[in-house]
């Protein structure tokens, strides 16, 4: 019986034995190796670690840093991977299981083309890094990085955002390539297609002033933009998108026009008041003489504000009378006050026409009386032309000297050989056309016409004593003792027609004295004409007679043989 007790004990002894290896071993076969995912339960937090229950045969640690600043508290449950084991335990990570379950994600969503979450890290050349929790950052293309242009890099370091995987792999390695432009503008499209849903024309909206152009201002209505343009800010003149309102600021406006089509959405300030047109007609009329404010100056003219919303064009043409205006800025300047007429308007088109001369008296319309043919005058040349000169005779008022009229003896070639601008000059209104707004002075009308003196003390048959003032192939110029100038034509100078014209004029120069006949005298169109052939010829004559009279006084007869026997 012993003996059968002891042999019963062995044997029991030997199949707990047996029992306790197998459950080891079946033990080790369910523990996971290295390179699993594993799942267990927080036992124990610190500031370096964070002890999990992996089932294992004692707890894993993950360094707390791993958790970043979200560590879990006791009982809750985390993923890690395995690293494998040391004499405390299985080395766990937190953050290479994330990597391995991202990049799991990741492939993912690259081929179902759907975003993932990032965070932009880094600036690189042409670009940024991206942390998408995989242990190979992405590559953010900078042009891809923003639905707008990015005017500083730095200001997307730590965005996190959706990305789009552009690229996973290059030549089989990791290598991806993400896209944040193409999310956002989805998002935008979103936004807007919502927007077109639900807000009709007439709305009001809230925006915020987000960008400035020389036409408006761009007006950020929630991740996509509306256009608030310059002509819709108010009613009156805008001149500058900034005075009316402010960048960051927050507003409310009128939606005035949708185009889904085209997405684009306008918006207005001045819908909010009435439109001053609907009253024009109660308080303007045409020739009604208005005040205003020059507000605006074009190549063209000036815009003038009636009232806030009410702005009419002078045009250049309607700004005076009397004076050619090259630059509206010659005569106005902007926040002037100004007085015009209403000339018409439109109001459909929202335009008034207005005139800055038709506000004033016409001088035209009494020049006649001012200035009739025979005044005289006194004026300042303003302006040589190389017909004439423009001499200011009244205010606005421009005469026109032609160069005919400037002397009654000198053949003016150019007018600024005897005057000059800013000269002051005597002269005569020689025509008044006030229809063709045209009035004509003379300076030599102011004395007596001396051709008609010349006229009248020399008349054809006279001969005189004058001076040679040039020589040409044509003749000789000789002044008259009183100022007139008259020719002595090639044909008329030797008394002798068969001396050549050259051999004649050899014996003259400029300066030399001469006497003369006066062949024809035209005191319209101050011509006279002289001869030295007709000057000897007379003077033959006048010998001839002089002889004959002296010896007419003599008793006996007298023949014409006689006197050429006496000259013998």
Same mark, same amino acid.
């Given at each position: ?318 700004? !005076? *009378? @009397? %004076?050619?205006?090259?630059? =509206? +800025?010659?005569?106005?300047? &902007? #926040?002037?006050? /100004?007085? $015009? ?65 400037? !002397? *009654? @003896? %000198?053949?003016?070639?150019? =007018? +600024?050989?005897?005057?000059? &601008? #800013?000269?002051? /000059?005597? $002269? ?65 100078? !030797?008394?002798? %027609? ?71």
């Amino acid at each position: 019986m012993d003996e059968m007790e002891v042999e019963m004990e062995g044997t029991q002894n030997s199949k707990s034995e047996f029992q306790a290896q197998l459950e080891e071993s079946l033990k080790n076969f369910d523990a996971p190796q290295a390179g699993q995912l594993v799942e267990g339960t927080v036992i124990q937090v610190t500031s370096d670690y964070v002890y999990v229950d992996v089932g294992d045969k004692s707890e894993g640690l993950i360094p707390a840093e791993e958790f970043a600043d979200d560590l879990p508290k006791i009982g809750d449950t985390v993923q890690a991977l395995l690293i494998g084991h040391n004499n405390n335990g299985p080395v766990l990570s937190k953050k290479k299981a994330d990597s391995k379950r991202y990049l799991k994600d990741i492939q993912q969503a690259w081929k179902d083309k759907t975003p993932v979450d990032g965070t932009i890290s880094k600036v690189v050349k042409s670009g940024y890094e991206v942390n998408l929790g995989i242990d190979r950052a992405a590559f953010l293309p900078i042009s891809q990085a923003d639905a707008e242009k990015v005017e500083k890099p730095e200001s997307l370091l730590g965005l996190k955002s959706k990305f789009y995987i552009e690229r996973l792999y290059t030549d089989n390695k990791l290598n991806p390539v993400v896209n944040r432009r193409k999310y956002l503008e989805e998002q935008i499209d979103e936004k807007r297609d919502a927007f077109f849903n639900s807000v009709n024309i007439g709305d009001t909206v809230k925006g915020t002033v987000k960008s400035f152009t020389s036409f408006g201002a761009f007006i950020d209505l929630g991740g996509f933009d509306g256009l608030l343009h310059i002509n819709d800010m108010s009613w009156g003149h805008v001149a500058r998108p900034k005075d009316f309102v402010k960048k960051g600021q927050e507003i409310e406006l009128k939606v005035i026009r949708l185009d889904p089509a085209e997405k684009r959405i306008n918006l207005s300030l001045k819908h909010f008041a009435e439109d001053p047109w609907i009253h024009f007609e109660e308080k303007y009329h045409v020739n009604d003489i208005v005040k205003g404010k020059v507000t605006k100056l074009t190549e063209f003219g000036a815009f003038v504000e009636l009232e806030e919303g009410i702005e009419g064009l002078v045009h250049i043409s309607e700004f !005076s *009378w @009397t %004076k050619k205006i090259n630059k =509206p +800025g010659d005569m106005v300047t &902007v #926040g002037q006050e /100004v007085e $015009a007429m209403i000339l018409g308007y439109d109001i459909q088109a929202g335009r008034v026409s207005l005139g800055f001369k038709q506000a004033t008296e016409n001088p035209w319309d009494s020049i006649g009386e001012k200035f009739p043919v025979g005044t005289k005058v006194n004026g300042k040349v303003v302006k040589l032309t190389a017909a004439g000169a423009f001499i200011s005779i009244d205010e606005g008022i421009d005469a026109f000297l032609h160069a005919d009229d400037i !002397s *009654w @003896t %000198k053949k003016v070639k150019h =007018p +600024g050989s005897e005057l000059t &601008v #800013g000269q002051d /000059v005597e $002269a005569v209104v020689i025509e008044c056309d006030p229809e063709a707004h045209r009035i004509k002075v003379g300076l030599k009308q102011v004395t007596d016409n001396p051709w008609k003196a010349f006229a009248d003390e020399y008349q054809v048959g006279s001969t005189l004593e004058g001076e040679i003032t040039s020589i040409t192939d044509f003749g000789v110029f000789v002044k008259a003792p009183n100022g007139i100038e008259g020719l002595v034509n090639k044909a008329n100078l !030797s008394d002798d %027609k068969d001396v050549p014209f050259e051999e004649a004029v050899a014996k003259y120069k400029v300066g030399d004295k001469i006497n003369v006949f006066v062949v024809d005298v035209n005191t319209d169109k101050e011509k006279v004409a002289f001869s030295v052939r007709e000057y000897k010829r007379k003077q033959q004559r006048d010998e001839i007679s002089q002889y004959m009279d002296s010896e007419s006084k003599d008793d006996g007869a007298y023949t014409l043989g006689d006197m050429i026997n006496s000259k013998k």
